[in-house]
């Protein structure tokens, strides 16, 4: 018989790649509502064959080299704790009747971006099945609202640093509780419907109309790093060492929309990039999302005629590609600082 019943959670980890899931009383928490199928970060192998001699055909010796483990997976964005995770870095205030302001940035002096582990449990056979992925850092995070979905998606990329059986009580347990979201989160998801656009042209914020897409791409550049390490007198060397950021963030933005206007198609003919983009996903006035993308570079706006046989069913929307010069969100919730590790 087949596992019937899964469960998924988070913890931020005090030290890189070291779990602070140890407990079946520990709690673990929801990242978001997974969208779809999920690959957890599972460790892949390179592998090395020895040959038995010169002309030989069959194979010595097999073992392995280094271990990288790579997850991807896609959540509908409750809160902006994902968001946190993959810029690194929250200084957050309140609260203010219950309610806390985070300010979600790129990290600044040097500091890795926050770790979590990843705690998969499954159930339904007469053997659980329990293992952790610690070390876990986001690799790239794709922010994603459209018509066609309805709700704010992220896209994520996975790097974790081991994985491992955490033979939690020395028994294999269970967790006690399921994994939930943070006590004082709300559930409902951010919508299309609740997202405002605008951007400064002239000398106002101006409403970026006929929007039928956006996409923000946000990756740290992650490197796992691999060395002659050791543990205990054990040979360790095959797991990552660390899992260093690159030398910047790197952002694209894509949009789709239908010009009312030349004036976005102006800016990719400009030659300065001081403009910038506000995209703001509201639930309530006290629990939003808003995203400020500062000095935006368009790289590509093309300009269609549309197919005048498909009628209005091709209304000349373009796909536009925007460079950033920095990203930072503002996340006003209920959610308490600690939550966005500090």
């Known amino acids: 018989m087949s596992y019937t019943q899964f469960r998924d959670g988070y913890a931020l980890e005090a030290i890189w790649n070291t779990s602070t899931i ?4 520990d709690t673990a928490y929801l990242l978001g509502a997974l969208s779809k199928r999920f690959k957890h970060p599972s460790p892949t192998a390179t592998v090395h064959h020895g040959p ?3 002309n030989a055909r069959e194979t010595a010796y097999i073992w392995k080299g280094a271990m990288d483990c790579i997850g991807a997976g896609s959540l509908v964005i409750q809160n902006g704790i994902p968001i946190f995770l993959v810029m690194g870095k929250s200084s957050s205030t309140g609260p203010v009747s219950g309610v806390y302001t985070h300010t979600i940035t790129p990290t600044t002096d040097g500091s890795a971006n926050p770790s979590f582990t990843w705690h998969h449990e499954r159930t339904g056979t007469g053997t659980d099945w329990v293992v952790q992925f610690t070390g876990c850092k986001i690799a790239s995070l794709s922010l994603i609202c459209s ?8 896209a994520t990329n996975i790097m974790a640093g081991k994985a491992v059986d955490p033979n939690l009580d020395g028994t294999n347990a269970l967790l006690d509780t399921d994994p939930a979201l943070p006590p004082t989160a709300t559930t409902d998801p951010y919508k299309f419907a609740g997202m405002t656009r605008t951007w400064d042209y002239g000398s106002a914020n101006t409403a970026l109309n006929g929007l ?5 791409n946000i990756s740290p550049d992650l490197e ?15 797991w990552p060492y ?14 789709q929309y239908v010009p009312e206007s030349d004036d976005l198609w102006d800016e990719s003919v400009a030659l300065s990039n001081t403009k910038e983009l506000y995209f703001k996903w509201t639930k309530s006035t006290n629990d939003y999302i808003a995203l400020t993308l500062t000095n935006c570079q368009i790289i590509s706006h093309p300009i269609v005629t549309p197919d005048q046989s498909l009628g209005t069913e091709d209304i000349g929307a373009v796909e536009v590609q925007i460079i950033p010069q920095s990203v930072s969100f503002t996340v006003v919730d209920s959610i308490a600082g600690g939550y966005y590790g500090e």
């Open 212 to 216: 039928i897409e956006m996409e923000l």
């Open 147 to 154: 018509n066609n979905g309805r709700y704010l998606i992220g």
């Open 224 to 238: 796992s790093i691999h060395t002659a390490n050791w543990t205990a007198g054990v040979w360790t060397g095959q």
């Open 52 to 54: 038995t001699a010169i």
């Open 22 to 25: 140890t407990t079946a009383s």
């Open 242 to 255: 660390k899992i260093i950021e690159g030398a910047r963030q790197k952002y694209e933005m894509t949009i």
